[in-house]
């Protein structure tokens, strides 16, 4: 079905309505039309949008209307190049997957699960007539086990909130670990209709991530690991992927791929290596999948690094 609706090869629009200064030169300046076009060039399917709640939401759980007019400019760029959206909240009242954001509470707050409830309520409402262009991924990378009774009875109800406003929604539903591909085999939601299960895969995490300077036991590269000693190949994405593939049919679910990649401290070559595997089984299984990133993030898809090897990379993706 998400194949159909045109959601099966995607890219994150990471790093500029989240994860950033927040600056009026960033939001208005860091992703623009052209880079829409060039994405549907590209061959590209759908972009996924990650938005952070307080670009969206006044403090006292009113909504910020331009915040939601740079959300309505984006997905008119869709409509202009042919292209989908997910629209993905980043951060959440009381909670980021980034300790340093300094969020917390969200899932023992029921002051904060309200405000997570009226935005998802204003967004359905907004776009209620966009569920052939537009999936709502409801929370990104819950990442505590202990969270997970909580999560998913919030879940639960945000999803009846959004069916009042918009019946026919796409609804993107995540597990714990940072929405971990292992960790899909414990979604438990009683929630009908057209729910899908979203996992994120940056596995082996000490590959795809080697020196990231935000986890301080990766920064050292000076013991760079080379694909070659990775041992993943289509087999071990096969065997990664299986629980997720088997809870996926066993609950009629579709499975999707919400981000992936590889850190731009891996030489580009190098990382061809682990694309080529990652997707012989998405193609395979027939996942949709969303690259991270389109640009900068440190895993930008369209940086000058890329370009000896984006032309192999589009035949994968």
Partial sequence: MLKELGFYRGVNLG??????????????????????????EYGFDHVRLPVDYNVIQNPDGSMKEEGLERIDRALAWCG?????????LHKAPGFSFDPHEGENGFFSDPLHQERFYTIWESLASRYAGCADTMLFDLLNEVTDKEYMPSW????????????????????????????????????CLQAEGKVFYSFHCY???????????????????????????TGV??????????????????????????????????????????????????EHHGIARCLWSWKEMDFGFADARMDAVRGRMRKLI
């Fill in 15 to 40: 790093g500029w309505l989240s994860q950033c200064d927040y600056s009026e030169e960033r939001l208005d300046s860091f992703i623009r039309e052209k880079d829409f076009k060039q994405i549907a």
């Fill in 152 to 187: 998913m009875q919030t879940a639960e109800e945000c999803i009846l909130r959004i069916r009042c406003h918009a019946p026919e929604a796409n609804i993107l539903v995540g597990s714990w670990n940072n929405n971990g591909v292992r960790e899909v085999q414990d979604l």
């Fill in 80 to 88: 202009k190049t042919g292209l989908r959206m997910v629209l993905d």
């Fill in 233 to 282: 190949s289509p087999e071990y994405f096969e065997e990664l992927l299986q629980p997720a593939v088997r809870k996926a049919e066993a609950d009629g679910k579709e499975l999707y791929c919400g981000e992936y990649g590889v850190i731009d401290v891996v030489p580009p070559e190098d990382a061809l290596g682990w694309f080529a595997a990652i997707h012989e089984v998405f």
């Fill in 203 to 229: 596995e082996p995490h000490d590959y795809t991530h080697q020196g990231a300077y935000w986890e301080a036991d990766r920064r050292d590269i000076s013991g760079r690991i080379a694909f070659t000693e």
